[in-house]
T-cell receptor, first 115, second 110 residues
Framework: GAGVSQSPRYKVAKRGQDVALRCDPI?????LFWYQQALGQGPEFLTY????????KSGLPSDRFFAERPEGSVSTLKIQRTQQEDSAVYLC?????????????FGPGTRLLVL | QKEVEQDPGPLSVPEGAIVSLNCTYS??????FMWYRQYSRKGPELLMY????GNKEDGRFTAQVDKSSKYISLFIRDSQPSDSATYLC??????????FGQGTTLQVKP
């Protein structure tokens, strides 16, 4: 059984470039979360989807960050005009439904380095 | 002040030791408490999950929640080198997102 997959696993970008990070959740999982994990820190919430609806984007650090999940399955996190402070691991998690207590399963993350 | 505080360590113990990991939090509304384990260059994986106050045991792992003190703990008995990882406490907000501590790095030496 496949878990959450993310691609690419590693991305090096020059400052100012746009990047797109992909998340494939566990099949049938309704909820999808994006988190950002800086070096030596715990993950921090970015945004949340229930099916294709983006219900919470309060954690997105700036308007350079944009996420979508158009068909309620695969999600893409896009960062425009990358800055050095965007360097982090971007984690995607999915859960079966948005009920309290549902376990979030994490992917391996995409490690982004902005030079 | 962060909503969830966790000592980053590192914590180094000999094999077989009992390990105690702790977090404090400020939001009394939290009711769901989790411990995740994260190996280097991997995503977090759920270890323990507790609702409200009390204890929960699973093999060598015991999770404790004291809501009156806003304090949660994870105990690892008979620690093994394979337990070497970063341990993250997390609490679920009422919107479903997880709020993590900084993580404690644990090394168990053979």
């Amino acid at each position: 059984g496949a878990g959450v997959s993310q691609s690419p696993r590693y991305k090096v970008a020059k400052r100012g470039q746009d990047v797109a990070l992909r998340c494939d959740p566990i099949s049938g999982h309704v909820s999808l979360f994006w988190y950002q994990q800086a070096l030596g820190q715990g993950p921090e919430f970015l945004t949340y989807f229930q099916n294709e609806a983006q219900l919470d984007k309060s954690g997105l650090p700036s308007d350079r960050f944009f996420a979508e999940r158009p068909e309620g399955s695969v999600s893409t996190l896009k960062i425009q005009r990358t800055q050095q402070e965007d360097s982090a691991v971007y984690l995607c998690a999915s859960s079966l439904a948005r009920r309290f207590g549902e376990t979030q399963y994490f992917g391996p993350g995409t490690r982004l380095l902005v030079l | 002040q962060k909503e969830v505080e966790q000592d980053p360590g590192p914590l180094s113990v000999p094999e077989g030791a009992i390990v105690s990991l702790n977090c404090t939090y400020s939001n009394s509304a939290f009711q769901y408490f989790m411990w995740y384990r994260q190996y280097s260059r991997k995503g977090p994986e759920l270890l323990m999950y507790t609702y409200s106050s009390g204890n929960k045991e699973d093999g060598r792992f015991t999770a404790q929640v004291d809501k009156s003190s806003k304090y949660i703990s994870l105990f690892i008995r008979d620690s093994q080198p394979s337990d070497s990882a970063t341990y993250l406490c997390a609490m679920r907000s009422n919107t479903g997102k997880l709020i993590f501590g900084q993580g404690t790095t644990l090394q168990v030496k053979p």
